[in-house]
């Protein structure tokens, strides 16, 4: 059963750097046809894709984040990971992991439960 798991600091201070990892299992995040994506719901609005990386290690960004975003991952612990800089209290939101099926279904198949991250001094 593959299960994604995000984990965060809850709470950041505006300026900081947001950091959040997502642990995978019951799946590789090197398996062709997986990418592994961020993506966030701020309070009161819809869904928002941040960025993604791919199987090979390709990486794709949001272009209203990319100056701020960085994915990156660790194939030795199956985890991939979100630093957002220059946070202010508009990235305050629940983030999420997702794994999107890039060849065959095109879907969003699996999500971690979301992290909430509020930001505030």
């Known amino acids: 059963q593959v299960q994604l798991q995000e984990s965060g600091p809850g709470l950041v201070k505006p300026s900081q750097t947001l950091s959040l990892t997502c642990t995978v299992s019951?799946?590789?995040?090197?398996?062709?046809?997986?990418?592994w994506s961020w993506i966030r719901q701020p309070p009161g609005k819809g869904l928002e894709w941040m960025a993604v990386?791919?199987?090979?290690?390709?990486?794709y960004y949001s272009p209203s984040l990319k100056s701020r975003a960085s994915i990156s991952r660790d194939t030795s612990e199956n985890q991939f990971s979100l630093q957002l800089s220059s946070v202010t209290p508009e990235d305050t939101a629940v983030y999420y992991c997702?794994?999107?099926?890039?060849?065959?279904?095109?879907?969003?198949?699996?999500w971690g439960q979301g992290t909430q991250v509020t930001v505030s001094s």
């Open positions: 997702a794994r999107y099926r890039t060849m065959t279904s095109q879907t969003y198949d699996y």
């Open positions: 019951g799946a590789s995040i090197t398996t062709i046809d997986y990418a």
């Open positions: 990386i791919a199987f090979d290690g390709s990486t």
